[in-house]
Structure formats: structure tokens, C-alpha cells
């Protein structure tokens, strides 16, 4: 977990920070770069640098030191260098627009030059200058579209670039590499070495006594035994049972922890032979210090302290890899799953031990190429998740465990027994779609949906395990996101789901109001047909990706991929605002809901975007963009959450979760009221305005009134209105002229709509 200054705290980011693309010595560890960010492990030092410190994407694909400083290159060619503060600063964003991507690890300086592989060409970029010299896309008869670079390395004036079985390469006059105007020119590449076998692709090479050594190959590492250079002639082929053993200053780790056992196939005519080999997950070690060193592999990182090794791997801070849904907590915090069906949630600071939602089940790739929205908590710490295709399933304690009497499965007995439809319609396979899942307005138990081609199916489960349906009764095949309300005229439960026609995220879809008798009613069944659905439709509406409700307007919103889109009872369609100045078109992938009736939408490449209605005119919206250039992690968004508890809004992202906290997220209802959680708080008192910036007047009402009075009973400050922001205050110690107070005994009165707190604040200069 890290955060700077310029960030203000505000920004926080937790990521996992693997796989691991490159590596270099740095210190007495290694400077990681990952999919997570940048990470410095050594035995005793664990950071991580992400766009909170100011890099300017979540992925980085290789780290490069020389004099001039150490240079951080991204997925998409974006530049950055280290300041002596420990952040990092962007010198380039020129290559970026050409959505290439950087090949990991291949990137290399000499002198003022750094040299980048992208997937399709090789760029020469200036950093003096801070200007991109040229690219080029072929080198001698090789075109680079073709066939990427597979290892590169700088030697002197000479650049070495392998391209699948071919070593080449070019003398390199780097100081004037600017005015180089043959480097166009592919005739001036020589081949080094060629190895004309079949599957051969040179992926690493070396030198020994200033001649090339080693080559290494895609999935099969070579190396020297006895002083003869083992080469696979091709990927069937293996010379050796004998792990190539790592070794620390001449030490051989024989750990089996450091190696995967492998089988490969030898085939020779109508025979198959079957040869075991070991494959070291170790591809870079940090220079040993006193026969010491961190070791690493893609996913791995080990520390060696000359006699044993200890596992490095796990982050502190975050380790569930990709989230794609979060739910914020009653209690305040974040639950987050991912998609290899893990649970964790967060507090406000630390996350809990991943656990695992059902066994060996997950959504995997169902979760965003279906953008689902399954996960629902109860106030008590209940919580449902719907695993694709295999059912329903309850949790206690915030998913930390699964309540065995609370599965509904998706097998011939649970299709019989609890409602569930066949969406597959194959015999002998039942298979249970949801798309979403919701509290129920009792907050006794929940409402899901079982997709069905005969229209989607409404479920109700309780506490206690039972369940009842009604079948098909949907508008469309499937249901998507939902929202459960109790209608406060007539006492009856509404269920609000967003349907859509077919699995597609672009499929036509349209909103459904359920309106029934409330199951305790009814004996505990849900008493629904379809005489009970209301469908709305929009002018050009595609499938609903996520709703949310916000009852200071009383209107409903919704996201699809490609509009927004909002509804209340009084209207007969689903409309989209009309003025949304600033939201730039983008592919939609959340909504939710803030205290104060902002919207805050996440999309699939531009970050999040806060939307503020205007309270008699939802048509109209001001807009403010967050982004990684504001230290958000990814631009990336799969799912947003507003913690109105803490005064978070967090962001789900394909490697991390991002966390952004304002003051005015937080909702003060209840503060200064018998059911307050917390009383009002007030501090620091002493108040010192030479050491502290201001007074905090925290847990108060949003309607409070706060008077200071100097001991003589004369009023020095008043505070309201929106000088209370998120249920707190802040004083600096000054009049309204600008003077600062003197120094005594002042008293604080606070006057909310019920209740009143006094006390005394000293002041010392």
C-alpha cells in the first residue's frame, strides 16, 4: 500500500503484483516489474510503486538503470523516471497512441538512448531530449510484424537483436544515433548466428571470454554441464534428466522448491519415448551479497540467506489477483471477488486472508465477459454469491465462510427442488444462469434470477434455506442487475431487474417492475405471475450492465456499454440525459450511487467518472473524470462501489482495486442521534495553530451549527452549511478577518436537529 504527496492520501492502491515480466539488481534485491506495478523485494524491504507515485499505468514491462537514472517503461511505450523523492514522473507519453505493446524485458540503454521491442517494430527514443529518434519494422529480410523480437541486448556499440532461430546485429554509433540516417537501412544488420531447426527460437543468449556462450529457447531452458552447451534442436527434444541448478556464488540450490518437474515426448518413427526434465522457475537472481541473494521467476520470488530459502511471493496488502465485483459493507469496507472465486474484503485498510467462494469453481471468464453482478451482503455479514452454471450460495462473517445448509445447486435434484431453470436445455445438465442477485427490502434474504429461453425466472431465498420462484415470468431470457424496494403506499415489495434478450453484452434490453405481496404473506412463497410485470422500454436501449437507485430524486439509473440511462415512475420509457458535457464516449461497465446523489460510473478504458444531476432536472449532468493520471490504478474499471460508512469510493481493476477517499462520501446520517455509531469527536485539543493546520469537528450531523466562544462569551467562529462536509468540520483557528485567535480556553457548541454537544477547546500559540 503506498500514497504521496501530490496525491494528498486521497488515492490508494492495492494490485498483486505478478506475473513478474522483468527484473534487475537493485540494492541488495531485486526491482520487479509486474503487472501490478513496480515492486523492490529484498529480505527485509517489500514496496510497490503504482500510478499513485505517480506511474502512468497499473503494467510495467521493464526497468532499465544506467547514470542518467532509472527509467520505468510501461505496456504501451509510456516512459517514466524515478525522482529522488521515490515517485516517478513521466517524461513521455509518445508511444503510447500506437496501442502496440512492449515485449517484456526487451528494452535496453546506451547512453542517452533507449532502445524498445514493441510487437511490431523497434523505436529509439532520446532522453536528453526526451523525443523519439525513429522506428523501424523490419531488420535485414525479417519483417517485425511477422516475427517479434524474441531477446535483445546491447554489447558495447553493437545491438544484438534475436529474431526466432537468428541472432543480428548492427554496429550502433549511440551518441549520434539521431543523424543516423542508415538505420532505415536493413542491409545494415549481420547475421550473428543462425539455427535453422525447426520449433528453435532464441529467447536469451550470453557471452564467455567475448564470445556468445548460450542460447536459450520458448519453454525449455539450456544449459552448460561439465563445459558442453546443451541445445534443443527442437521442442520434442530433451538431452537431460539433470535440473540446470541454480548457483549462488558457485553453489549449486538444489531445493526442488526452485524447479517443476516436466515431461516432454521424443518421438523417433512409430516410437514415443517419454523423458523427465526439471525447469528452474527462477530467471533472475540479485547480485549475492556474502552468498546472499533474492531470486525470482514469473511467479515466484525466493530469498536465500546462504543456507536456506524463504518465500517471498505473497504481498502484504492485496492478494487475490483480478477483482471484478465489489460490494460495500454495512459496517463500512469493501467485499471484493475475483475471478478464481476468491473473497477478501477490506475494513478500510487491510485486506482479509483470501477465501475460496465454492471448491475448485469460479466465474473465471463468465464474471466480465457476462459482466456479472452476483455478489450481495446483508447487514449481518450474510452474504450471496452465484457461481455460473452451478447455483446459489450462501456465506457467514463476510464470506469467510460457506453456510452448508444455504447451497442451492444446479443438479438434477436442485433443478427440481429449488426453481431452477435449464438454460442449456440439455438433458441430464441443468445449468443455472444469474446475472445478478440483491438483498431482499427485509434484509431477511435475497432475489436472483434463473435464466430461461421460456423468459427468465424470479427467485426468492431466505436465511434458513428456503426457496421459492416464479417461473418465467421475465420479459427476456435473462436478468440482469436488480434492485429490491418495499413501495411505501401500499406496503408491497418491487423487484427492479434489467433484462436482456440473449447472453450478449449488446443484445436488446429493457427494465421489468415486479410488484407483489411481500413472501411472509403469502406463506412464505413468492405469489407472482405475470400479470405482476411492467416493461419499459428505450428508444435504442442495449443490455443493462448495472442499476442503482437514488431516493433523494426517486430515479433509477442505469449503464449500459454504451449509454447511460435513467427512469422513475412517472415515466413510460427509459430516457437518456441530454447534456453530459465532458463524458467522453467510452464503454460503460458500473454505476453507483453516492449520499449526496452523485452518480459514479466505471468504463473499460477511461477510468470512473463522477456524475452530478441537477436535483430538478436529470437530463442535465456536470461531469469530473478520474484517471490514472490522478493515481487511480488502472483506467480500466470492472466495478465501483460507494462506502459511504468510511467515505471511500473503490474500484475494482483486472490486477487491483483502487481506493479513493473524500469527505464528502461519507453519509452522516444518524450522527448526533441516540443510534449514533460513533459520538463527536474533536481534535487535537490541545489546538497548537503553529504545529496543526486545523481543528476536526468530526461525527457531527450535516445540518450542524457550530459556534466557538472565547471565555469573556463572545462568538469568535460559526460554522455550517457547507462548511460541514461527510459529517465533519474543519477550523484553522481563525476570525472571519483573517486574525487568529488568541490563545485561552475557548468553548464549542455544536447544535444539530436533535441533539446538542458542548465542550472546551484549548488553544496554545
Given amino acids: 500500500m503506498v500514497s504521496t504527496a501530490f496525491a494528498v492520501d486521497q488515492w490508494v492502491n492495492y494490485s498483486n503484483p505478478f506475473p513478474i515480466k522483468a527484473a534487475l539488481p537493485y540494492g541488495d534485491g531485486l526491482l520487479l516489474s509486474t503487472a501490478g506495478g513496480i515492486r523492490y523485494r529484498a529480505n527485509t524491504a517489500d514496496d510497490l510503486y503504482t500510478t499513485v507515485n505517480g506511474l502512468a499505468a497499473p503494467s510495467i514491462s521493464a526497468v532499465v538503470i544506467s547514470d542518467l537514472g532509472t527509467f520505468a517503461v510501461s505496456d504501451n511505450g509510456i516512459i517514466s523516471t524515478m525522482m529522488p523523492s521515490g515517485s516517478w514522473q513521466v517524461l513521455s507519453r509518445s508511444f503510447a497512441g500506437s496501442n502496440v505493446r512492449v515485449i517484456p524485458g526487451l528494452v535496453c540503454l546506451s547512453g542517452t538512448i533507449m532502445t524498445i521491442a514493441f510487437e511490431d517494430r523497434l523505436s529509439f527514443f532520446n532522453l536528453e531530449t526526451l523525443i523519439s529518434i525513429l522506428t523501424i519494422d523490419h531488420i535485414a529480410d525479417a519483417s517485425l510484424a511477422l516475427n ?94 539433470d535440473a540446470p541448478y541454480i548457483k549462488i556464488r558457485g553453489k549449486a540450490l538444489k531445493d526442488s522448491i526452485l524447479y517443476e518437474k516436466k515431461v516432454a515426448l521424443k518421438i523417433n518413427g512409430k516410437d514415443t519415448v517419454r523423458h523427465d526434465y526439471y525447469q528452474s522457475k527462477v530467471r533472475w537472481v540479485s547480485k549475492p551479497s556474502s552468498g546472499k541473494a533474492v531470486l525470482a521467476g514469473p511467479q515466484d520470488v525466493f530469498y536465500y540467506d546462504g543456507k536456506k530459502l524463504s518465500d517471498l511471493k505473497t504481498f502484504r496488502s492485496f492478494a487475490i489477483g483480478n477483482a471484478y465485483e465489489l460490494q460495500a459493507l454495512p459496517v463500512g469496507g469493501v467485499l471484493a471477488a475475483s475471478e478464481d472465486g476468491e473473497f477478501s474484503f477490506n475494513c478500510g485498510y487491510d485486506w482479509s486472508v483470501p477465501r475460496r467462494a465454492f471448491f475448485v469453481h469460479a466465474n473465471r471468464s463468465d464474471a466480465v465477459g457476462h459482466d456479472l453482478k452476483t455478489l450481495s451482503v446483508l447487514p449481518g455479514g450474510r452474504v450471496l454469491y452465484h457461481i455460473w452454471g452451478i447455483g446459489y450460495f450462501q456465506y457467514k462473517d463476510w464470506g469467510e465462510t460457506l453456510d452448508s445448509t444455504n447451497m442451492f445447486l444446479a443438479n438434477d435434484n436442485g433443478y427440481n427442488k429449488f426453481c431452477m431453470d435449464d438454460f442449456l436445455e440439455i438433458p441430464g445438465t441443468p445449468y443455472a444462469i444469474a446475472v445478478s442477485t440483491t438483498p431482499a427490502p427485509d434484509n431477511n434474504g435475497f432475489f436472483t434470477t434463473s435464466a430461461s429461453n421460456k423468459g427468465y425466472s424470479l427467485i426468492y431465498m431466505d436465511l434458513k434455506g428456503n426457496m421459492s420462484c416464479a417461473k418465467n415470468i421475465g420479459s427476456a431470457v435473462l436478468g440482469g442487475p436488480m434492485i429490491a424496494r418495499v413501495d411505501e403506499e401500499t406496503g408491497k415489495w418491487v423487484v427492479y431487474v434489467g433484462t436482456r434478450a440473449e447472453l450478449s453484452k449488446d443484445a436488446d434490453g429493457a427494465l421489468d417492475v415486479i410488484t407483489f405481496q411481500p413472501p411472509k404473506k403469502t406463506g412464505g412463497e413468492l405469489s407472482v405471475t405475470k400479470d405482476n410485470v411492467k416493461t419499459y422500454y428505450g428508444p435504442s436501449t442495449t443490455t443493462p450492465l448495472d442499476l442503482v437507485y437514488e431516493p433523494k430524486t426517486d430515479y433509477f439509473w442505469m449503464v449500459t456499454a454504451s449509454s447511460l440511462v435513467y427512469w422513475n415512475h412517472e415515466q413510460d420509457s427509459l430516457r437518456t440525459p441530454l447534456s453530459t458535457n465532458g463524458l467522453a464516449s467510452a464503454s460503460f461497465t458500473s454505476i453507483d450511487v453516492d449520499n449526496r446523489g452523485n452518480l459514479w460510473v466505471g468504463t473499460s478504458t477511461n477510468g470512473a467518472y463522477r456524475l452530478t444531476p441537477r436535483p430538478t432536472n436529470p437530463d442535465t449532468l456536470s461531469v469530473m473524470h478520474f484517471s490514472t493520471r490522478q493515481g487511480m490504478f488502472s483506467d480500466r474499471v470492472q466495478d465501483v462501489a460507494v462506502d459511504s460508512i468510511l467515505g471511500f469510493v473503490w474500484f475494482a481493476h483486472d490486477n487491483g482495486i483502487s481506493r479513493y477517499k473524500r469527505n464528502d462520501l461519507r453519509s452522516s446520517n444518524g450522527n448526533m442521534t441516540d443510534e449514533a455509531r460513533q459520538d463527536v469527536k474533536v481534535f487535537p485539543n490541545p489546538f497548537r495553530p503553529k504545529m496543526h493546520s486545523f481543528v476536526l469537528f468530526d461525527n457531527i450531523s450535516e445540518d450542524a451549527v457550530i459556534n466557538v466562544y472565547n471565555r469573556g462569551g463572545r462568538l469568535v467562529k460559526t460554522i455550517s452549511g457547507d462548511g460541514v462536509t461527510g459529517g465533519r468540520a474543519e477550523w484553522d483557528g481563525k476570525m472571519d478577518n483573517g486574525n487568529l485567535v488568541a490563545p485561552g480556553v475557548y468553548q464549542y457548541i455544536i447544535r444539530g436537529a436533535s441533539k446538542v454537544k458542548k465542550g472546551k477547546l484549548l488553544i496554545i500559540h
Fill in 148 to 241: 517479434p523480437i524474441s531477446a535483445m541486448k546491447v554489447r558495447g556499440d553493437s545491438l544484438f537483436v534475436a529474431i526466432d532461430s537468428t541472432l543480428y546485429v548492427r554496429k550502433m554509433n549511440w551518441k549520434k544515433l539521431d543523424s543516423d540516417v542508415q538505420l532505415y537501412d536493413q542491409n545494415t544488420w549481420k547475421v550473428v548466428e543462425s539455427v535453422s531447426k525447426k520449433g528453435f527460437a532464441i529467447k536469451d543468449f550470453d557471452w564467455k571470454d567475448g564470445k556468445l556462450k548460450t542460447f536459450s529457447t520458448e519453454g525449455m531452458r539450456l544449459w552448460e554441464k561439465e563445459g558442453e552447451t546443451v541445445v534443443a534442436l527442437d521442442t520434442f527434444s530433451v538431452f537431460s534428466s
